[in-house]
C-alpha cells in the first residue's frame, strides 16, 4: 500500500530502509526513500511506521537477549546412521511390560 502518494513510496520502501538499519526516524526514512515536499499527509503514518517498527524491534531484542546480527542458514546434512550394534538391547523389564525410565 502506498504511505505517499505524491512521492509513490509504499510500505514495503518504508519497512525496507527500516529493517536495514539506515533509518530510524521519519526524517531519515524521507532522505533514504527520495522523498521531496509534498502535500505532507504521509508525514503521520510514516511516524507511526517508525514508532511501530522500533517498539517491535525493542520487544524481539528483550526476548531474545539483545540484537544478533543475521547470519546464513546452514545447508542441511543427512542424519548420521546409527549402527545396530551401538543400540541396547531390551533388557528383562522392559519386555515384562514396565514402563521405560523417563529423563528428569
Known sequence: MY???CNAVTE??????MASGACNSAKDVKAACGMKPG???CTKRIHAMVSEFRTASELADALTG???PLTAVPEPTAPEQIPAEAIAPESERDRKGAA???AA
Open 12 to 17: 514495503d520502501d518504508v519497512y525496507g530502509c
Open 39 to 41: 502535500c505532507g499527509s
Open 66 to 68: 539483545g540484537p544478533h
Open 100 to 102: 521405560p525410565p523417563t
Open 3 to 5: 504511505v505517499c502518494i
